[in-house]
């Protein structure tokens, strides 16, 4: 827990947040501002900033994350879904503790902007 993170204040219940999914590691919430008709954000509860760092601290729980993206996508997707890790500031990272973008729902395009 690092007490300025936004994230982690959605994991320890003091920021609310439409959960629909949690493992041991990870809990998956609906994006406040949704960029596709499934727009969820998986992340690990343990605070890492990025998922290559979740990668080297805590490999089973990368694991974990990857493998919960694809149940949320089979739940509440189409089956298709683009998972995306916005990692640093140029690539329009926000929110400094790892989440994955888990989109579905619609048609998407490609090479993204
Ligand atoms: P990033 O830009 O870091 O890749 O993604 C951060 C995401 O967090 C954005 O898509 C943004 O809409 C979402 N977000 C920011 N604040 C909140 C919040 O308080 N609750 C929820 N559910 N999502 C948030
Ligand atoms: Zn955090």
């Known amino acids: 827990m690092t007490d300025d993170c936004l994230f982690c204040k959605i994991v320890s219940g003091d920021v609310p947040a439409d959960v629909v999914g949690e493992t041991d590691h990870t809990i998956a919430f609906r994006d406040i501002n949704p960029q596709a008709p499934t727009h969820v954000l998986v992340i690990p509860k343990r605070h890492e900033p990025d998922v290559a760092s979740l990668a080297a601290a805590d490999p089973e729980a990368t694991v974990d994350l990857i493998t919960h993206t694809r149940r949320i996508a089979d739940e509440l997707g189409t089956g298709s879904y683009r998972l995306v890790f916005n990692t640093g500031a140029d690539a329009f990272q926000t929110v400094f503790h790892c989440h994955g973008h888990?989109?579905?729902?619609?048609?998407?395009?490609?090479?993204?902007?």
């Not at 989109?103 to 902007?113: A, D, Q, V």
């Open 102 to 113: 888990v989109l579905s729902g619609r048609s998407l395009t490609w090479p993204p902007g």
